[in-house]
């Protein structure tokens, strides 16, 4: 079991940058991928990054592509997603998710824990 704590969020204007920080605790040692997700009121779940948790490879969301970098500090199990050039359409509750045991996958229900959110609200 690994258990995940978000932090970070807020209140921005567009144009602004911010950055989440997602703690893992637990087995981390069984941790294969770790991933931030986004949800909008009346919205699916959507993929944003994933970052492989042994060797720092990356994967990125079109809308994220050029904004948003994923990083991890592997020793503190700390997962990162520093974002820029915020936008309205950027204001969603943000999760990050870790999967364990095998893959790095961009579809949410491949993951097996989840933290509790933190919003990020843009302003225009």
């Known amino acids: 079991q690994v258990q995940l704590v978000e932090s970070g969020g807020g209140l921005v204007q567009a144009g602004d940058s911010l950055r989440l920080s997602c703690v893992a605790s637990?087995?981390?040692?069984?941790?294969?991928?770790m991933g931030w997700f986004r949800q909008a009121p009346g919205k699916d779940r959507e993929f944003v990054t994933v970052?492989?948790?042994?060797?720092?490879?990356?994967t990125y969301a079109d809308s994220a592509k050029g904004r948003f970098t994923i990083t991890r500090d592997y020793a503190k199990n700390t997962l990162y997603l520093q974002m820029s050039s915020l936008t309205p359409e950027d204001t969603a509750l943000y999760y990050c998710?870790?999967?364990?045991?095998?893959?790095?996958?961009?579809?949410?229900?491949?993951?097996?824990?989840w933290g509790q959110g933190t919003q990020v609200t843009v302003s225009s």
């Open positions: 970052i492989d948790w042994s060797d720092g490879s990356t």
């Open positions: 998710a870790v999967r364990l045991y095998s893959g790095v996958f961009r579809d949410h229900r491949y993951y097996h824990y």
């Open positions: 637990g087995r981390t040692d069984l941790m294969t991928a």
